[in-house]
């Protein structure tokens, strides 16, 4: 059964509860992580229909504004956790939860801290040797974003062989 659309939701008014309150948590959850607290509520409603769903039915669901669910759905988009999709027919703009969504957020994140370790090496070439303490302080950066990449890269290439068996 599509569970996306406007039409309810079969549940049990316990499973209604129980699915409200976990699309709450990642509220809180993704709140807690400085993303919008609308932003986690999005995912969590994805984790559990998966989609397509419009952006009006989103609003609806949710009870928010169909300004913030499209914000927040473009930055989840953006951030690899949702994808945009059509259906034929209809001018609508449809999300859906991104196949293997973790594993996109992960590479994004990887990305993101190569590029931070480039800016701290610049930054201990470009800066004068006598600023001891900033150095150390670069160095041990420099140290945690290349072990926390190195570390990213090997959860995505064990998820990814783990979704090739």
Same mark, same amino acid.
């Given at each position: 059964?599509?569970?996306? +659309?406007?039409a309810?939701?079969?549940?049990? /008014? /316990?499973?209604?509860?129980? @699915? ?15 993303? =919008?607290? $609308?932003?986690?509520r $999005?995912?969590?409603?994805? $984790?559990?229909h998966?989609? =397509?769903t419009?952006? +009006?039915? %989103?609003?609806?669901? %949710? ?6 669910? &499209?914000?927040n759905?473009? *930055? ?5 956790? %949702?994808?945009?999709? #059509?259906? =034929?027919?209809?001018? !609508?703009?449809?999300? !859906?939860? #991104? =196949?293997?969504?973790y ?12 590029? *931070?370790?480039?800016?701290? &090496? !610049?930054?201990?070439r470009?800066?004068?040797? #006598?600023?001891?303490?900033? !150095? ?7 140290s945690?974003v290349?072990?926390?990449? #190195?570390q990213?890269?090997?959860? @995505?290439?064990?998820?990814? &062989?783990?979704?090739? &068996?």
């Amino acid at each position: 059964m599509n569970d996306s +659309g406007d039409a309810a939701f079969e549940t049990s /008014a /316990a499973d209604g509860r129980a @699915i409200s309150a976990f699309i709450e948590r990642m509220g809180l959850s993704a709140q807690g992580d400085g993303l =919008p607290r $609308i932003a986690g509520r $999005i995912l969590g409603y994805f $984790i559990i229909h998966g989609g =397509p769903t419009t952006l +009006g039915v %989103l609003a609806r669901r %949710l009870a928010v504004s169909r300004a913030s669910i &499209s914000t927040n759905a473009r *930055l989840l988009r953006d951030l690899g956790f %949702l994808e945009a999709t #059509a259906m =034929p027919g209809d001018r !609508q703009d449809y999300y !859906q939860l #991104a =196949p293997r969504h973790y594993v996109r957020v992960l590479e994004n994140y990887e990305h993101r801290m190569g590029a *931070l370790g480039e800016s701290l &090496s !610049q930054a201990e070439r470009e800066i004068d040797d #006598a600023h001891v303490d900033a !150095q150390a302080r670069l160095a041990d950066m420099r140290s945690f974003v290349t072990t926390a990449r #190195a570390q990213t890269r090997a959860l @995505i290439e064990r998820l990814q &062989s783990r979704d090739e &068996s």
